[in-house]
């Protein structure tokens, strides 16, 4: 008996594996609860519903802030929530995105979230891997958290002063990878990737929906936006369970908001802003801990809430003066 317990207490990434095998089975679980029980058949998921569901995401995720205070003690709460702040601020930009990518494919609002729900669980797994990645390479490499610094502040930078641009869809490397290389579908199968039928010649063959290439995409899209995210958390910490646990809760609670930010992702205009000088800071964070010493967590878990916050409030009040004075126009 003790030969099949001794395994769960082995160390694995700087964690015992039963802490790693708590979380995944709370993610799990709430993946289970969110297809199998509130959503069991397509449908449009409302604004009001959309709330209370992300409410009880952030909720969650809060409360097991709360557990890793408890655990590991207040510096790794005030990582955990450093990170799980500003994943979730960026991922705003994520939902624009994903918003072109319905609308570029015509996907039924009923379908939208069967998308979502899939493009979750390949994003626990992409993010875990990229993660093990990047702890591998700081543990034996420390010189590449430089390089994620001024990554993040030519990042920062550059998104102050980039001009909005809606990216061009129809001519996405991805996207024309995969008309080239697959079958796809003149249409939606109800809700199914893939279906087998007829093809031009008569004979029977696999075929790829608009539904899939649409999945993919939104995997992609966050593949790029993980390029931003990962390194700002590893700014903050190199503890891998707490950049994996931040990250994995912050996309959970974005998709379940999804259906209510789609259709206001236009009044946070001014957040980016917000958002580039955080990723300024923490980029500037990496060098000013080498040269002067690591500064107090909860600093950073203040400028990066302020920040944010200013953001967006900046982003609903200069919306709505505009607004206000569109009628006049």
Avoid at 28 to 50: H, P, T, W
Avoid at 66 to 73: E, T
Avoid at 125 to 134: H, S
Wanted: no cysteine; net charge positive; proline share 4%.
């Amino acid at each position: 008996m003790d030969s099949l317990i001794a395994p769960v207490f082995l160390d694995f990434m700087g964690k015992p594996v039963w802490v790693w095998l708590t979380f995944v089975g709370l993610v799990l679980a709430l993946l289970a609860f969110d297809l199998g029980i509130l959503n069991r058949r397509d449908r449009e998921i409302g604004v009001r519903e959309s709330l209370r569901l992300s409410a009880f995401y952030i909720a969650v995720a809060l409360l097991f802030g709360g557990w890793v205070w408890w655990s590991m003690g207040d510096t790794a709460a005030a990582q955990y929530y450093t990170g799980f702040f500003i994943e979730k601020s960026l991922s705003l930009d994520n939902v624009f995105i994903i918003s072109l990518i319905f609308t570029y494919f015509s996907v039924p609002r009923a379908y939208q979230h069967r998308v979502l729900f899939w493009g979750i669980l390949g994003v626990i797994v992409m993010r875990g891997l990229m993660i093990a990645a990047g702890a591998a390479l700081v543990s034996e490499f420390h010189w590449v958290l430089y390089v994620f610094g001024a990554f993040l502040l030519l990042t920062g930078v550059k998104m102050l002063f980039a001009v909005d641009k809606e990216p061009d869809l129809a001519n996405n490397p991805a996207l024309r990878f995969l008309n080239r290389h697959l079958r796809i579908t003149d249409g939606f199968r109800g809700q199914k990737f893939f279906v087998r039928e007829a093809g031009p010649d008569g004979r029977t063959a696999l075929y790829a929906t608009p539904l899939f290439l649409a999945l993919m995409m939104v995997e992609f899209a966050d593949l790029i936006f993980a390029v931003d995210s990962v390194p700002a958390i590893f700014a903050i910490t190199t503890d891998p369970y707490i950049i994996y646990t931040s990250n994995i809760f912050a996309i959970l609670g974005l998709r379940a908001l999804y259906f209510a930010l789609a259709a206001m992702v236009h009044r946070f205009r001014y957040l980016k802003y917000a958002l580039a000088l955080v990723l300024v800071f923490i980029g500037g964070k990496i060098f000013y801990t080498q040269i002067f010493g690591k500064p107090d967590p909860l600093v950073s878990l203040g400028v990066t809430l302020t920040l944010i916050a200013g953001g967006v409030a900046v982003s609903l009040l200069k919306t709505r003066s505009e607004g206000k004075r569109l009628p006049a126009e």
